[in-house]
């Protein structure tokens, strides 16, 4: 289960998401960026199945490099990129077997996961500006519900952190540059995990992978050092 954020000052969201805007509308424009479409040149991708304007190899070619380009503005721009894997079996096992497992762990590792990320984000923060105030954007799904009460039972249960966590809200990520940019530091998290238990390391050439102030992998010791009240974040920091 994996969840990813991109982080950064108002200002600097402000001038990134107009960037991210312009570069989608120059020519070849797509409408959004959707990580999903760009294999089977889907949804803001349609554009390049057309292949008398786009013979083949040239539609994936100039779906890619657009692609690129997206991504090019992610890595020049002051944003930061936070990422959380949890691994599924080590979390069932640790809740089954842990005292504190019951009572301490959600039945749902989605939204433990989301916990998490929102864990990381905070802390990273309030390493850098301890009266930062964090308003936090997700997508406009189905699933915003359980967003909100995945968000209100954090700050619940973490009151020295709800104290920077200003609010929640859901936009439509088709018209968002940050929710669309979000999707692609996510890929880059899945991408981190699959080498590191695919191959058995990760690849240092990983596009983007230098933006992440830290990926955290959540495994069996990961889990019971948290429950055992140890303090566990730099020995899976990937980058400071």
Same mark, same amino acid.
């Given at each position: 289960?994996?969840? +990813?954020?991109?982080?950064?000052?108002?200002?600097?969201?402000?001038?990134? @998401?107009?960037?991210?805007?312009?570069?989608?509308? /120059?020519?070849?424009?797509?409408?959004?960026?959707? +990580?999903?479409?760009?294999?089977?040149?889907?949804? +803001?991708?349609?554009?390049? !199945?057309? @292949?008398?304007?786009?013979?083949?190899?040239?539609?994936?070619?100039?779906? /890619?490099?657009?692609?690129?380009?997206?991504?090019?503005?992610?890595?020049?721009?002051?944003?930061?990129?936070?990422?959380?894997?949890?691994?599924?079996?080590?979390?069932?096992?640790?809740?089954?077997?842990?005292?504190?497992?019951?009572?301490?762990?959600?039945?749902?590792?989605?939204?433990?996961?989301?916990? /998490?990320?929102?864990? !990381?984000?905070?802390?990273?923060?309030?390493?850098?500006?301890?009266?930062?105030?964090?308003?936090?954007?997700?997508?406009?799904?189905?699933?915003?519900?359980?967003? @909100?009460?995945?968000?209100?039972?954090?700050?619940?249960? /973490?009151?020295?952190?709800?104290?920077?966590?200003?609010?929640?809200?859901?936009?439509?990520?088709?018209?968002?540059? +940050?929710?669309?940019?979000?999707d692609m530091i996510a890929s880059v998290v899945k991408r981190v995990h699959d080498d590191?238990?695919?191959?058995? @390391?990760?690849?240092?050439?990983?596009?983007?992978?230098?933006?992440?102030?830290?990926?955290?992998?959540?495994?069996?010791?990961?889990?019971?050092?948290?429950?055992?009240? !140890?303090?566990?974040?730099?020995?899976?920091? !990937?980058?400071?």
């Amino acid at each position: 289960m994996l969840a +990813g954020a991109l982080v950064g000052r108002k200002a600097d969201w402000h001038t990134f @998401e107009k960037r991210w805007d312009k570069a989608l509308g /120059n020519a070849p424009a797509i409408p959004y960026f959707h +990580g999903k479409d760009l294999g089977g040149l889907e949804g +803001g991708f349609a554009t390049f !199945q057309d @292949e008398i304007a786009w013979p083949r190899p040239t539609g994936h070619e100039a779906a /890619n490099a657009k692609r690129d380009k997206l991504r090019s503005l992610i890595g020049e721009s002051p944003l930061v990129a936070i990422g959380v894997g949890v691994l599924v079996p080590d979390y069932e096992k640790v809740k089954a077997s842990h005292r504190l497992g019951p009572t301490h762990m959600s039945t749902d590792v989605f939204e433990w996961t989301l916990q /998490n990320i929102l864990m !990381q984000t905070v802390a990273a923060i309030k390493k850098v500006d301890d009266d930062a105030r964090i308003s936090f954007i997700s997508d406009q799904t189905n699933k915003a519900p359980r967003y @909100e009460a995945v968000f209100a039972d954090f700050r619940r249960k /973490n009151p020295q952190s709800a104290r920077s966590m200003s609010s929640l809200v859901h936009l439509d990520d088709e018209k968002s540059g +940050g929710l669309q940019a979000a999707d692609m530091i996510a890929s880059v998290v899945k991408r981190v995990h699959d080498d590191r238990f695919d191959r058995g @390391e990760i690849n240092e050439n990983t596009p983007l992978l230098s933006k992440f102030y830290r990926i955290a992998t959540v495994d069996e010791s990961y889990l019971l050092a948290v429950l055992n009240g !140890q303090s566990v974040m730099r020995s899976y920091d !990937q980058t400071e």
